[in-house]
């Protein structure tokens, strides 16, 4: 599995963006960039996933560079909610049956 | 849609005692996943079931945990005996074949002690 590289925290103010990024420099033509993130004792939830072009759901933006080595993941406008760990994940393009594996992911601290 | 179920929420053992941890995975989700959280890690596979089948177990501990999907729905993942460093949230995820993202459990917490 193609690894990733995160910065292990970061700190963002209430209401400002939050950009979160990622390195996968050896990710392969097949794979997908996933997010995930992981509030305070619950289990990961989904936010979003990308192939080379960017992305957009209700709840973030994926910038991936034309290169593909290297992604972004950006909260718009940052809430307390947002608090959690932030995990980039490189997964094969097959829906569904392909195992998720993770880093230490990035924490982020949204702060009033 | 209801999500991942799992019981019990918080379990505290003795080291060498036995333990099991339960999970319903959405209706309909024929791939059910155990992962080990280790407090500070991020989470890290065990087992990956295709409905009642076995697709990867090559991290999990067999001479001490133990994983069962009867009937495709339900999964129960068991420790025999429990040693000190399996203290960890154990986490049980589902998804379906034509979707992108996973769904998690809110995980057991386990301590061993």
């Known amino acids: 599995d193609a690894k990733t590289t995160q910065p292990p925290s970061m700190d963002c103010a209430e209401g400002r963006a939050a950009n979160l990024p990622c390195n996968h420099s050896t990710i392969s033509g097949n794979e997908y960039v996933y997010w995930y993130r992981q509030i305070h004792s619950q289990g990961p939830q989904y936010i979003i996933h990308g192939l080379k072009n960017n992305e957009t759901n209700e709840m973030a933006s994926l910038i991936i560079t034309e290169d593909r080595k290297s992604s972004t993941l950006i909260l718009p406008h940052a809430t307390l909610r947002d608090t959690a760990v932030y995990y980039c994940?490189?997964?094969?393009?097959?829906?569904?049956?392909?195992?998720?594996?993770f880093g230490q992911g990035t924490r982020l601290t949204i702060n009033p | 849609e209801a999500g991942v179920a799992q019981s019990p929420r918080y379990k505290i053992i003795e080291k060498r005692q036995s333990v099991a941890f339960w999970c319903n995975p959405i209706?309909?989700?024929?791939?059910l996943y155990w992962y080990q959280q280790i407090l500070g890690q991020g989470p890290k596979l065990l087992i990956q079931f295709q409905n009642n089948g076995v697709v990867d177990d090559s991290q999990l501990p067999k001479d001490r945990f133990s994983a069962e999907r009867l009937k495709g729905v339900d999964s129960t993942l068991k420790i025999q005996p429990a040693k000190l460093e399996d203290s960890a949230v154990y986490l049980c995820a589902s998804s379906s074949l034509g979707a992108w993202g996973y769904t998690f459990g809110s995980g057991t917490r386990l301590t061993v002690v």
């Open positions: 994940i490189v997964r094969p393009t097959i829906q569904g049956a392909q195992k998720l594996v």
């Open positions: 209706s309909g989700h024929a791939t």
